[in-house]
Structures are given as structure tokens and as C-alpha cells.
């Protein structure tokens, strides 16, 4: 597959014509909106023909909530080798608080198509509300650990999940310890009824990074308590944050080659978002809250308001910037090029795979990339 960058006069039928392709395939490809406005700037990916045969194969997992879109998920799911429902609560002693949607269905949908359905554990308590202190309350009382490993194997038993991601952030300094034990003692007994535990990890680049985000996730011990980890290599730009790339590569590279020091290649998943930013300028810290927005909606955006995508060959990410209703903004996200990049590092570094937050907007164009360049593992996740 080709990816080009268009340039101004250019139309899909002109297009089409250069690279002897079918009109359909770009509209389809790149999930075009008619009349198929191009904006100049924006990164299309071309189905030409090529001999390029995938030689790594990866594992690819995507977030979803279970009032995901059928059609989107349907759309997603032939690209998946895990789908992590998210998310599982838990109380401080111990209990399992299953989301507010039924999530049957998605489980259902995920099986059949040969994505191994895994439950994500997070600090939700009864109101449905993110509480970190929760963390700290479970994790040091033994009782109450012991308790949600028994319902957390009788959820994935009745459910029918095949793994669990856990998915604790801003873990105290204090419990780094304790909570790589818990991770170890999540997985022993999962590992029992013939499943994988993995582990998200803040995006560190040093083992005394300070900041509640990171001091409590230690990389060697975590990647020895779980079968894999995930890297959340992303929101160095986010909601109340600066305008930024969300992913850049030059430090998304950073924390991979920090992990790459603590934990082997074949437990570690790239984290990739799907995902992108519109802040309105000028930005005023702890005033300013961006928009998130889809990939293919940031290009609508700029079609609709005449802007001229550029590229941050340093981020390797598109943005731009538009005026509407006299105010400024300014919009990150991603696009073929910038997937390319990230699936370039997979490849470099010859990780275990990706995981996307999250699935629950549509972006073709990554997933025919990511099936051109690699061979997608659909074999059962047990890992014992």
C-alpha cells in the first residue's frame, strides 16, 4: 500500500488516474464523505499493487466500552487478536462491579470473530467514578485481595473472558511493591484456569521518573508479575494540556527503549491512540480543556474550514490549524503516516504488539496498514 499526501488541484479521480487505481478504493480506504473533498496536507492510503509479504507477526488489542457501535466494532473486530471490555470496577473490599452496560453481546461478537475477549480491571467504585485511593485500600489489605481474585475467576469463568488487563494509574510511590505482588498474585491464579494477565504502564523513560503517574510502576518488577504489559505511549498532548502531538514518536521511542531495558521485547504492546485534540487558542493553563476528536472527523474539520494540514516531521504527526467564529484552534492527530511510524518502531524493535485506545471510533486506513505490513495473531491468548 502507498500513502499520498495531496497536493493542491488534486481530485480522487486524478488521483486514481496517476496510480492506475479504482476511485471506490480510495473513497473506501480512506472513509471519504461525498462530494470526496481533499483537503491539501492530508495523507490518503493507496491499495497498490505491491509483493510484500508480512514477516512479524503481532498481537493487536483494542479498548472498547460496551456501548461501542455494532457496525464499528464489526468493522474492527477481523483486526483484533484481543478485545479488552472496558471497564470492571471493584470496592475497597473486594467485590467486582461489572459496568453499567450489559456487555454479553460485545463478548459474544469478539468470540465469534476470533478476538479473545479480556476483562480490564480499574480503580471504578460503586458511583462509577475513577478513585485511585482505591488502589492503595485493596492492595494492602490481604483479605480483600484474596477476595477479588475468587470473583475476578468466577467473572471470567461465567463470562467468558480469556485474560485480564489491569489498568491501575497514579499508584503510590509507597505501593510499588505491593502492587507488582498483586499483579503477580492476579496472574498465578489466572494463569491457573489457562488465561494471561497483563499490566498498563504510564509512559516512563527512567526508573526515579517522579510524578503520581509513574513512581508507583516499576517496569522490572511489573513486567516479571505479568505475562505482558501495554505502554501507554500517548497523551504528551491532552485535554487540559498545551496543544501537542499525542503520540510523538521521538518519545514514544524514549520509553521504548527504557522499557526495552527492563522488561523482554516479547511481553511488551505498544500503545497507540486513536484519537486526536482541537484546543481553542490561545491556550491558558487550567482554563483551556481541548475537544477529542476522530481521525477521520479532524480531516472533515479542516476540509470545512479551509485549513492546510501539515506534517511535524519530528512528532512524525499531522496537524493544523483554523479560525471559526473568530476564535483560533489548533488540532493534532493522526493519520497513515503517523501509524506508520508507530508500526515502524513494532517492527524495529520487534515487539509483541499494540494495544488502541480506543476502538470506538472507526479508522480504516490504520487497519488496512496494519494487515499490509503484519501478520495479525488470532491464536487463543492462553499463555500457561
Given at each position: 500500500?502507498?500513502?499520498?499526501?495531496?497536493v493542491?488541484?488534486?481530485?480522487?479521480?486524478?488521483?486514481?488516474?496517476?496510480?492506475q487505481?479504482?476511485?471506490?478504493?480510495?473513497?473506501?480506504?480512506?472513509?471519504?464523505?461525498?462530494?470526496?473533498?481533499?483537503?491539501?496536507?492530508?495523507?490518503?492510503?493507496?491499495?497498490?499493487?505491491?509483493?510484500?509479504?508480512?514477516?512479524?507477526t503481532v498481537?493487536?488489542?483494542?479498548y472498547?466500552?460496551?456501548?461501542?457501535?455494532?457496525?464499528?466494532?464489526?468493522?474492527?473486530?477481523?483486526?483484533?487478536s484481543?478485545?479488552?471490555?472496558?471497564?470492571?470496577?471493584?470496592?475497597?473490599?473486594?467485590?467486582?462491579?461489572?459496568?453499567?452496560?450489559?456487555?454479553?453481546?460485545?463478548?459474544?461478537?469478539?468470540?465469534?470473530?476470533?478476538a479473545?475477549p479480556?476483562?480490564?480491571?480499574?480503580?471504578?467504585?460503586?458511583?462509577?467514578?475513577?478513585?485511585?485511593?482505591?488502589?492503595?485500600?485493596?492492595?494492602?489489605?490481604?483479605?480483600?485481595?484474596?477476595?477479588?481474585?475468587?470473583?475476578?475467576?468466577?467473572?471470567?469463568?461465567v463470562?467468558?473472558f480469556?485474560?485480564?488487563?489491569?489498568?491501575?494509574?497514579?499508584?503510590l510511590?509507597?505501593?510499588?511493591?505491593?502492587f507488582a505482588?498483586?499483579?503477580?498474585n492476579?496472574?498465578?491464579?489466572?494463569?491457573?484456569?489457562?488465561?494471561?494477565?497483563?499490566?498498563?504502564?504510564?509512559?516512563?523513560?527512567?526508573?526515579?521518573?517522579?510524578?503520581?503517574?509513574?513512581?508507583?510502576?516499576?517496569?522490572?518488577?511489573?513486567?516479571?508479575a505479568?505475562?505482558?504489559?501495554l505502554?501507554?505511549t500517548?497523551?504528551?498532548?491532552?485535554?487540559?494540556?498545551?496543544?501537542?502531538?499525542?503520540a510523538?514518536?521521538?518519545?514514544?521511542r524514549?520509553?521504548?527503549?527504557?522499557?526495552?531495558?527492563?522488561?523482554?521485547?516479547?511481553?511488551?504492546?505498544?500503545?497507540?491512540?486513536?484519537?486526536?485534540?482541537?484546543?481553542?487558542?490561545?491556550?491558558?493553563?487550567?482554563?483551556?480543556?481541548?475537544?477529542?476528536?476522530?481521525?477521520?472527523?479532524?480531516?472533515?474539520?479542516?476540509?470545512?474550514?479551509g485549513?492546510?494540514?501539515?506534517?511535524?516531521?519530528?512528532?512524525?504527526?499531522?496537524?493544523?490549524?483554523?479560525?471559526?467564529?473568530?476564535?483560533?484552534?489548533?488540532?493534532w492527530?493522526?493519520?497513515?503516516?503517523?501509524?506508520?511510524?508507530?508500526?515502524?518502531?513494532?517492527?524495529?524493535?520487534?515487539?509483541?504488539g499494540?494495544?488502541?485506545?480506543?476502538?470506538?471510533?472507526?479508522?480504516?486506513?490504520?487497519?488496512?496498514l496494519?494487515?499490509?505490513?503484519?501478520?495479525?495473531?488470532?491464536?487463543?491468548?492462553?499463555?500457561?
Open positions: 500500500m502507498d500513502i499520498h499526501v495531496v493542491s488541484g488534486e481530485t480522487v479521480s486524478s488521483i486514481a488516474n496517476t496510480y487505481i479504482a476511485e471506490d478504493s480510495i473513497i473506501y480506504n480512506n472513509q471519504l464523505i461525498y462530494p470526496y473533498t481533499l483537503v491539501v496536507g492530508q495523507a490518503l492510503l493507496l491499495s497498490t499493487p505491491d509483493d510484500i509479504t508480512p514477516s512479524q498481537t493487536t488489542n483494542g472498547a466500552y460496551p456501548f461501542i457501535n455494532s457496525w464499528v466494532l464489526r468493522q474492527t473486530l477481523p483486526y483484533l484481543r478485545l479488552s471490555v472496558f471497564s470492571y470496577g471493584f470496592t475497597a473490599e473486594g467485590e467486582i462491579l461489572p459496568p453499567g452496560i450489559d456487555d454479553n453481546a460485545l463478548i459474544a461478537q469478539a468470540l465469534e470473530n476470533n479473545a479480556f476483562l480490564t480491571l480499574t480503580p471504578f467504585d460503586a458511583s462509577g467514578q475513577f478513585n485511585n485511593l482505591l488502589i492503595s485500600e485493596l492492595i494492602n489489605n490481604p483479605q480483600a485481595v484474596e477476595r477479588l481474585i475468587e470473583n475476578l475467576i468466577s467473572t471470567v469463568t463470562k467468558g480469556q485474560g485480564v488487563d489491569i489498568d491501575f494509574e497514579f499508584v510511590a509507597s505501593d510499588r511493591v505491593t505482588e498483586f499483579v503477580a492476579v496472574r498465578s491464579a489466572i494463569n491457573a484456569i489457562g488465561y494471561p494477565v497483563t499490566v498498563d504502564l504510564a509512559p516512563k523513560t527512567s526508573d526515579d521518573q517522579t510524578g503520581l503517574l509513574y513512581a508507583g510502576k516499576d517496569y522490572a518488577l511489573l513486567g516479571e505479568a505475562d505482558e504489559v505502554l501507554m500517548y497523551e504528551w498532548g491532552y485535554t487540559y494540556g498545551p496543544p501537542l502531538a499525542v510523538p514518536i521521538n518519545k514514544v524514549e520509553v521504548v527503549e527504557y522499557a526495552l531495558t527492563r522488561i523482554p521485547k516479547e511481553k511488551i504492546n505498544l500503545g497507540i491512540p486513536n484519537y486526536g485534540y482541537d484546543w481553542s487558542l490561545p491556550y491558558v493553563r487550567g482554563t483551556t480543556a481541548a475537544t477529542t476528536i476522530g481521525n477521520i472527523e479532524a480531516v472533515t474539520i479542516a476540509a470545512n474550514n485549513a492546510v494540514i501539515q506534517f511535524d516531521e519530528t512528532a512524525q504527526s499531522p496537524y493544523f490549524t483554523y479560525e471559526k467564529d473568530g476564535i483560533e484552534h489548533e488540532v492527530f493522526e493519520d497513515a503516516r503517523s501509524m506508520q511510524a508507530k508500526f515502524n518502531l513494532v517492527q524495529e524493535y520487534d515487539l509483541h499494540m494495544g488502541y485506545w480506543q476502538i470506538m471510533r472507526l479508522f480504516r486506513a490504520n487497519w488496512l496494519l494487515a499490509n505490513r503484519f501478520n495479525i495473531d488470532k491464536t487463543n491468548p492462553s499463555s500457561v
